[in-house]
């Protein structure tokens, strides 16, 4: 089954603790991306991918970073994690740009 | 400022009516536009998607349109059913190759028995 696989799914986590969200897809995509959606400002774009070794930063990119060392991963890293970043996260993919997107189920992180 | 606008935030229809979900963008450079449907603990499912050298693009139930020149797009759904009810958000892209998708902040449609 095609899919956009994020986890956690849920975490709670303290100010200044790093942090992952892994996101991993099965189609082959050569795009990948990461969103935040916060209430009233729907999703925007963090960082993206192209392709390995290719990440450009989205909308709001500050205090994430980013990698893409396989065609299938691209997690997403909080160094320091702050309590503005509190939000609902998706990870999302599609075989090339401008092509459909996929979403994963989204990932609620809270920072305390 | 957003480039991609739904302004109203909530829709309620009967269910078997026509639903009007409406979206503005104000980048003239857009040049494709996708609905996603959202239901609650999920991630966003592609609906339906036009290019801007359409004017219409139709989906069984869904139908979308672009006025290029009013910056507005729409989505129609007919007749509107209960499963319906999600949120509902408009995207388009922009950038020389399409690589970013500007979303608009959601539009919530309750579809009524």
């Known amino acids: 089954e095609a899919q956009v696989t994020q986890n956690p799914r849920y975490l709670i986590t303290v100010t200044g603790k790093k942090l992952t969200v892994t996101c991993s897809q099965n189609?082959?995509?050569?795009?990948m991306s990461w969103y935040r959606q916060d209430p009233g400002l729907g999703l925007r774009q963090i960082y993206y991918s192209m392709n390995v070794e290719v990440t450009d930063k989205g909308d709001v990119p500050e205090g994430y970073k980013v990698s893409r060392k396989e065609k299938r991963n691209f997690p997403l890293i909080l160094e320091s994690p702050s309590p503005n970043q509190t939000s609902l996260y998706f990870c999302?993919?599609?075989?090339?740009?401008?092509?459909?997107?996929?979403f994963g189920e989204g990932s609620w992180l809270t920072v305390v | 400022d957003q480039q991609v606008k739904q302004n109203s935030p909530s829709l309620s229809v009967q269910e078997g009516r026509i639903s009007i979900l409406n979206c503005d963008y104000t980048n003239s450079m857009f040049d494709y536009f996708l609905w996603y449907k959202k239901y609650p603990a999920e991630g966003p499912t592609f609906l339906i998607s036009?290019?801007?050298?359409?004017d219409k693009n139709e989906d069984g139930r869904f139908t979308v349109f672009l006025n290029k020149s009013a910056k507005h797009l729409s989505l129609h759904i007919v007749p509107s059913q209960p499963g319906d009810s999600a949120v509902y958000f408009c995207?388009?892209?922009?950038?020389?190759?399409?690589?970013?998708?500007?979303f608009g902040p959601g539009t919530r449609l309750s579809v009524l028995p």
């Open positions: 995207a388009a892209s922009v950038g020389s190759y399409g690589q970013n998708f500007v």
């Open positions: 999302a993919s599609s075989l090339s740009v401008g092509n459909t997107i996929y």
């Open positions: 189609m082959n995509h050569e795009y």
């Open positions: 036009i290019s801007s050298i359409k």
